[in-house]
């Protein structure tokens, strides 16, 4: 429960510190992502996408880059973003990437483009916040950080049709926020296409709220004036409620931190990335 009550007060401050700081008794595992390994495994898939840096990142004597990883499918009917590594201590959402851009059809219909890890600092330093100790998953009400800005600019320029945010919480196992431009039905096809993967559906989200359906925390009215209300008094906003904002479907992937089991932890991002593009796809 202490991990809960520390997780929620979070949810009350952008800036908790002035560095990357990491939180303990959050309970997190990581599951040993290296920043240097990982940036060579995703520019050896430049043959197959345009791989870019979409800006540098600087902590003390380091930069480190944001990849901006897109298909080669200029025509595509449909368009799907995907923002991996928001927290950088969701190492899940990261270390994922390489499978999904090995495994995502190449057919055309549905354009591809990953930013990865939107917290470049975060991800090397094991921590939540990026240099200057803000949650860049608060940041999107004044843009204060690089982070959200660039994540706002791929918005704007790849205009994508739906958003999914990879991430992780210390819930027992898997669920997903959809907002207000998700369909329901649509859904539940991926939380289905989950649990037919091996994906443990949680029955509570990481504040003890029931799900219904298991997986599920969909967009209600109070919800919705809750995060009016965050967004009026204390100036934050998360990627979710900004693309709901722009009119644009988003869904918010939490697996647990709390697993050992790294294959299922990263099982559940690459496989509701490819039901989501499936999805798109039919509609094409």
Known sequence: MQELRVFAQLHLKQRAYDHPAQDEGMGVIPLGYEPEAFERSVRAFADRYDVVEATRVSYRDTTRPILSVSSRTPDAARRLLVLSGVHGNEQAGIVCVPEILERYPDDGSVALRVLTPVNAIGAAELSRFNADGYDINRDFVRFRTEEARVVKRTLEEFRPDFVLSLHEGPQDAAFMFANRHVDIALAKRILAVLEAG???????????????????????????????????????MAVNEYAAHRGIPEITLESSWRSTDRAARVRAHVDITLALRDELARRA
Do not use: C, N
């Open 198 to 236: 091996g994906t443990t559906l949680a029955t509570k989200d990481y504040f003890g709220l029931p799900l219904r359906p298991p997986g599920l925390s969909a967009s209600s009215p109070v919800q919705r004036g809750i995060l009016r209300a965050w967004a009026a008094t204390l100036k934050m």
